[in-house]
């Protein structure tokens, strides 16, 4: 399936909302719970979205019109979740994912990106050369990377609750693979 | 982690609402793709979702108050959502899981569970003896379960277009352990 800027557009700007359905008011049972020692909570991962919302994804589209391959990326840094939930209630969270997202969507509909710009090809840090193609589909599937993590955290709380019935609950045979 | 009912019923409570954010007049390729042959979209989750509505979680509580183990629950048919969506759009099954819901949630309120009742036992025709505990918690695991799926069924679509960034994208490395 090839990329198409309008589907990851159209997913980018629902995230926000049906995270705020599934997680507002929600007992902290539900919202900080974790997978253990250094895990992260629905709240610690609305804070990595605020942060990558922040650094991560509009920061480096510019990068890539900007500079092309010249520059590579800041790395961004997985601890940065931290300070963004520091004195923070998860429904605070919750609002500036929601005005971030929507700022960072509209400046992306302004970049009036056509088919030969998605082609342009930035430096990232770690992987290499990449396109600004397969950046803006990243930043769709790393919504769901984080929706499947919080799914999976949230499933974990009621790993004994649930009796016999945890062999058929796939979730619950979730290795940790996207802790981050 | 102990069952709580209060935290069952608010995560039930939720889903339907998460779902249609997430969900509702989506481009099509993220609410019909799968993840190949004898796989389900988003689309045949939300049908398998509402077939659980009618024929497993209230009428399994019901029989469990009612007959105890001395019946066992009719087996859950996991092919059953195909005659749920027939004829359907999305939108009108997300329609009809919120009133499905509302409705079964309706009647488990009015139930007035006690501590004790929750410990009332039932029986699975595969996993034998169960608890009304065990089976209200995983009412809202196997929400969980779902949305995980829809999760990773829907970062699926975009498996080529991340490029080189899959490596990082747990929800990719996510084997399909949830199917149903």
Redesign the interface.
Known sequence: ????L??TI??LS??P???????RD??E??TL?DEGENTWSPFDVVGHLNHGERTDWMPRAKMILEFGEARAFEPFDRGGHQREVQGKSLGQLLDEFASLRSENLRELRALNLRPEDLERRGR?PA??V??L???L??W???D??H???I??V??H?????????S????????AS???S
Chains 1, 2 share one sequence.
């Open positions: 399936m090839e990329h198409s309008p589907n159209s997913l629902r995230t909302a049906a995270l705020n359905a599934l997680l929600l007992p049972m539900w719970g990232h992987l290499g990449v396109t193609s397969a950046l589909a990243t769709a599937a790393h769901l990377t929706l499947h993590q799914s999976r949230m499933a709380q009621y790993r004994e609750a649930v009796g016999p019935w062999v058929y609950l796939g979730v619950l045979q979730c693979h996207s802790s």
